[in-house]
């Protein structure tokens, strides 16, 4: 059973940047689609991102298009989230996950436990 453990989270000005970094262990990671997904307070958790296994395709949430890039490096079993031109409405726990294929991503086999991104004003 994979194992998914995310980092990087921060506390940040708008219009800062962070990067987030999701290690994945005990699973086969270059075959699985990864994605990333955040819960703000009080509301369900969201999809943001997701990526292929092979790192060719990428899907974005319109909010974060054009600020947020989802890539992943295999050698290294890790997916990373870079994040520019934070706003205020990106404050939130952000989690990784794993599915075993693309069209899985909305029900992933696997999470991670969360990292907190919190973006001030």
């Known amino acids: 059973q994979v194992q998914l453990v995310e980092s990087g989270g921060g506390l940040v000005q708008a219009g800062g940047s962070l990067r987030l970094s999701c290690a994945a262990s005990g699973g086969t990671f270059s075959y699985y689609a990864m994605g990333w997904f955040r819960q703000a307070p009080g509301k369900e958790r969201e999809f943001v991102a997701t990526?292929?296994?092979?790192?060719?395709?990428?899907y974005y949430v319109d909010s974060v298009k054009g600020r947020f890039t989802i890539s992943r490096d295999n050698a290294k079993n890790t997916v990373y989230l870079q994040m520019n031109s934070l706003k205020p409405e990106d404050t939130a726990v952000y989690f990784c996950?794993?599915?075993?294929?693309?069209?899985?991503?909305?029900?992933?086999?696997?999470w991670g436990q969360g990292t907190q991104v919190t973006v001030s004003e």
């Open positions: 990526i292929s296994w092979s790192g060719g395709s990428t």
């Open positions: 996950a794993a599915a075993e294929e693309a069209a899985d991503i909305f029900r992933p086999h696997a």
